[in-house]
């Protein structure tokens, strides 16, 4: 559904300004020579950890779908490799592309912390992070506007573990109970 929408752009766009995130190994060798190398392999291997509904896997298929999972596969058509997904968690997804154990990560936010260990590119899409909760919980008040009117002692946040939203949401949070849990599912 994506894809087609973005083919276009992508082929206009040099890959080059297209990485998601490169290591600082990548970032010493000329941008050039770093793409060479995906090309000389054959593979471009794209470190996926699940964020519904930009990066999701079928537990049946193990097939790829979503916004960034089709970005993978055009940078790879551009770059004319085979595009490889690679299991990761958000806790993880710097540090492997640091070692090296895929190319790009896909669907990885930039905050200070990870720009000083990654090279990020301009970003493929902007998007708010949100908090659902159910309308007749009596501990959380209908006309609740911000985060302020949920931080409440008695209320538990939960959120995906090491995600820009566990980030975002414990930056701002004082009194709630976080529960960070370590998948989506």
């Known amino acids: 559904m994506f894809r087609n929408v973005m083919t276009s752009a992508l082929r206009a766009t040099a890959a080059l300004a297209l990485a998601v995130g490169l290591s600082t190994t990548a970032m010493a060798e ?3 020579g770093y793409w060479q190398g995906v090309q000389k392999s054959g593979t471009l291997r794209c470190g996926a950890a699940v964020a519904p509904p930009y990066v999701m896997r079928d537990p049946a298929s193990g097939e790829y779908s979503g916004f960034f999972a089709d970005l993978c596969r055009e940078f790879a058509e551009v770059l004319q490799v085979k595009p ?3 299991d990761t968690t958000w806790d993880n997804i710097v540090a492997g592309l640091q070692a090296g154990k895929w190319d790009v ?5 930039r905050t200070p912390a990870r720009a000083m260990a990654v090279q990020f590119s301009v970003p493929a899409m902007e998007y708010q992070i949100s908090l659902a909760y159910n309308k007749d919980n ?3 008040p209908a006309s609740a506007a911000s985060v302020a009117d949920i931080d409440k ?18 930056a701002a949070v004082k009194t709630a109970t976080m529960l960070r849990l370590p998948t989506y599912s």
Not at 153 to 170: N, Y
């Open 30 to 32: 000329t941008a050039e």
């Open 84 to 86: 490889e997904f690679v």
């Open 105 to 109: 990560s896909l669907a990885l936010n």
């Open 138 to 140: 009596p501990k959380i």
């Open 153 to 170: 002692a008695d209320v538990t946040l939960a959120v995906m573990s090491g995600t820009a939203q566990d980030k975002a949401i414990s």
